[in-house]
């Protein structure tokens, strides 16, 4: 039987507590009433915290823990814990805010109890954004051990290609010491041995076979001997090597699976990632107040007036130019601060003061080298006629060599009213997250006819990072706290097909080339040596035999491998849980039989502050039903 919390009393007591009236400081005021506006979890059993609001609006967190004061041992257990979170119809359960908990509800005030099978509704879990996560990391991780096996099977058919290459090499220098009237005894002596092999109906093995061919023709020539054992060397290799070769197409098969399975849980995640950041801007009232969340760019677009062919395909294409501090010189964009005008726009002021103060001597026109001496870099978008995109960061004495039109010159002052009728970054003028903030003029020195006019935006960080990503170092933004989602999973998925295509390409070389080669030198090399192609079949059929048992083992090697490096990574993943938990566990705060929430346990949530995990433990208010699920 599960047990429920009567949500409603407990924010009550909440809203009159003094302790939480202290701790919210002017926030709250004494009368107001509460409401819970969202849940976090850290595991699909477990919810840490509420996040409640007041009439005002205003956001708090609220710990698991501080509402221990509210709650009987068996509710804050119940509460902690989790269970099987059921719905519950409100039009028959009236008045009953609840937190409804384990398998079966109980009627909380005394109503008419309701009819499980038809009022209760068990929801289905879906999937938080975390827990994706999670999920397409550990398949990342399958994908990496994977291919792993994949360059050691590719080494190993490399090394064997050379090993094969010499015995071939060597049984023909032997061979050369063989006069012809002996090789013409040969072929009497194999005709022989595979007259009796065939004879004995199955009681000579290939094994003996093989053996007695070997002595046969010791006994005529040493050297015969010595070339038909580096010939079977070969012959053997060579069924290894067709062996190895298909566990390798095996591994790019399973590749390609594994590439699959990330794009479909990729999707997923930026899904519920989408679901759980509106839920999170429905909840809050969050202004846009940080450079990563509306940096500014400043740039221009030429259009195709410049004749500029940044991908070498012969077609010139639509050119943008957006200018960047590169402190480092790495040529890539490392933090949205990077963009000129991103800093003052973010301390409050305006983003057009970082271009301003680049004219060095006042003239009213910044140009290309004092723009180079203010440590701005350039980066070059190419956009074709068929929607191909090259982009790539240049200085700016390599972009006016380039153009080929004199100096780049750009007016000190914006215009007095914007030009509305400017194009804006990548042509995308009715770009829902581009905010156009000032006009200006800008053109070359040499060249009137390429004047144009450009401009001043405020782009928030999922646009940036979707346009500029090919130029941006994504993991350091992404360790900034930006959102890098969008492009990060794309970028993994193309790296994996690239690399399944590159062994693609070496599995087909080898099937298509290298061993027919391989497998017609040995047959010439045998029939030198007296082999008929009926004893010829007999060797290939005992080295296919030696090549299963050699092959099955190391594939056994790559599984023990591959499972013990799957097992290590696991064993790390859970000493760092393990740690993060002792961390958590030695900052929880303890509490009293009443409610003391401390600042720390207060706070305004906002979509940076708040992380949205799936939590099967529901909520239900009467009022909002709907806002709930």
């Known amino acids: 039987m599960g047990t429920n919390v009567n949500l409603s009393d407990v924010l009550k007591k909440i809203a009159s507590d003094a302790g939480f009236i202290s701790s919210a400081g002017d926030k709250f005021k004494q009368g107001e009433s509460l409401e819970v506006l969202f849940v976090s979890g850290s595991g699909s059993n477990k919810l840490d915290s509420l996040v409640l609001k007041d009439t005002s609006g205003d956001n708090y967190s609220i710990s698991a823990q501080s509402l221990q004061g509210f709650l009987s041992d068996d509710e804050y257990n119940a509460l902690i814990n989790g269970g099987t979170a059921q719905k519950v119809d409100t039009s028959e359960v009236a008045n009953s805010t609840q937190i409804v908990l384990g398998s079966t509800v109980e009627n909380v005030n005394n109503t008419t109890p309701v009819d499980a099978t038809t009022n209760v509704e068990a929801t289905e879990a879906t999937q938080g954004s975390e827990a994706i996560k999670q999920e397409i990391e550990q398949l990342q991780l399958q994908r990496e051990v994977n291919q792993q096996s994949m360059e050691s099977l590719k080494s190993q058919i490399e090394d064997l290609r050379e090993i094969i290459e010499q015995s071939i090499a060597d049984a023909l220098d032997k061979m050369e010491e063989i006069e012809e009237e002996q090789k013409k005894k040969a072929e009497e002596v194999v005709a022989q041995e595979l007259k009796k092999y065939k004879e004995s109906n199955g009681e000579m093995s290939q094994d003996e076979f093989s053996a007695n061919v070997k002595s046969a023709l010791a006994a005529i020539n040493p050297s015969m001997g010595d070339a038909i054992s580096d010939l079977m060397t070969a012959d053997n290799n060579m069924a290894l090597m067709s ?12 590749d390609k699976q594994l590439a699959s399975q990330i794009d479909t849980k990729q999707t997923a995640y930026d899904e519920a990632l989408a679901a759980e950041e509106a839920a999170k801007k429905a909840a809050e009232e969050a202004a846009k107040t940080s450079s990563c969340e509306c940096p500014d760019p400043i740039g221009a677009n030429f259009g195709e007036s410049l004749d500029f062919d940044l991908d070498g395909d012969g077609d010139a294409g639509q050119i943008q130019i957006d200018f960047f501090y590169d402190e480092d010189g790495d ?12 800093k003052a726009d973010a301390a409050g002021g305006d983003g057009w003061d970082e271009m301003s103060v680049m004219d060095l001597d ?15 870099k350039v980066m070059v978008t190419e956009i074709d006629d068929d929607g191909t995109k090259s982009q790539r960061a240049m200085t700016m004495d390599e972009f006016t060599e380039q153009v080929g039109k004199g100096d780049l010159e750009i007016s000190a002052q914006k215009h007095d009213e914007i030009d509305t009728n400017v194009t804006g970054p990548f042509g995308f003028s009715d770009n829902e997250n581009n905010e156009l903030l000032g006009t200006f003029d800008i053109g070359f020195s040499d060249d009137e006819s390429v004047d144009t006019v450009g401009y001043q935006t405020r782009d928030d960080a999922g646009w940036l990072v979707e346009n500029y990503a090919d130029n941006m170092d994504i993991e350091n933004l992404k360790a900034q706290g930006v959102d890098v989602s969008a492009v990060e999973g794309t970028q993994a998925a193309t790296e994996t097909n690239e690399i399944a295509a590159q062994y693609e390409q070496f599995s087909k070389q080898y099937a298509e080339e290298v061993i027919p080669q391989l497998q017609q030198q040995i047959v010439e090399a045998y029939s030198e040596l007296g082999l008929s192609q009926e004893a010829i079949e007999v060797f290939k059929d005992l080295a296919e035999a030696t090549a299963e048992v050699e092959g099955a083992k190391i594939a056994d090697e790559i599984e023990a491998k591959e499972k013990e490096a799957l097992e290590e990574a696991e064993s790390a993943e859970e000493a760092e849980e393990s740690e993060e ?6 900052d929880s705060v303890t509490t009293d039989e009443t409610l003391e929430v401390p600042d720390a346990e207060i706070a305004d949530t906002t979509a940076d502050e708040t992380v949205a995990e799936e939590v099967e433990q529901e909520l239900l208010i009467d009022e909002e039903p709907d806002e709930m699920f």
């Open 243 to 254: 062996n190895l070769l298909g566990q390798l197409n095996q591994k790019i098969d399973i």
């Open 331 to 342: 040529g890539k964009i490392n933090s949205l601060d990077d963009f000129v005008g991103a």
């Open 362 to 376: 006042g003239d009213g026109t910044i140009t290309d080298d004092e723009m180079a001496q203010s440590g701005v």
């Open 581 to 586: 938990t002792e961390e958590t566990e030695d």
